[in-house]
């Protein structure tokens, strides 16, 4: 599958109907987000059962406000509708699979019960 370019509007829908979901927000002007396009543009194509966006922050500013991106490209990685990781900077190709992979073998038990853990300990 193709990337997607993804809106404020179509974010929260796509993350819930998906359980792995990548973001990378870049910009025309950005030279290593150019770069960084078709190593994405391939791991989309060699991973069809994930859903690989792409934000415009020039664009679609308030979602990139909404992430705090202050550096591009910056890659975010949703699964089961959690951000997993976030970070910028481009990645290589391998660099990119074993994300991928990473985010894949993520025991999402664990990660919710950590969630669950942090929410109720700032509550008190």
Do not use: N
Not at 81 to 104: D, F, H, I, N
């Amino acid at each position: 599958m193709a990337t997607r370019e993804m809106t404020l509007e179509s974010l929260q829908e796509t993350v819930a109907a998906h359980d792995i979901v990548l973001l990378d927000f870049w910009a025309a002007w950005c030279g290593p987000c150019r770069a960084f396009a078709p190593v994405f543009e391939q791991a989309a194509e060699d991973h069809p059962e994930i859903v690989f966006g792409k934000v415009d922050t020039e664009v679609q500013q308030d979602l990139a406000a909404a992430f705090r991106i202050t550096s591009i490209p910056t890659l975010v990685a949703f699964r089961e509708g959690v951000v997993v990781y976030s970070q910028p900077g481009a990645l290589g190709a391998a660099q990119l699979e074993q994300l991928v992979e990473a985010v894949q073998g993520l025991d999402m038990g664990e990660v919710h019960a950590q969630i669950e853990a942090q929410q109720a300990a700032a509550s008190r």
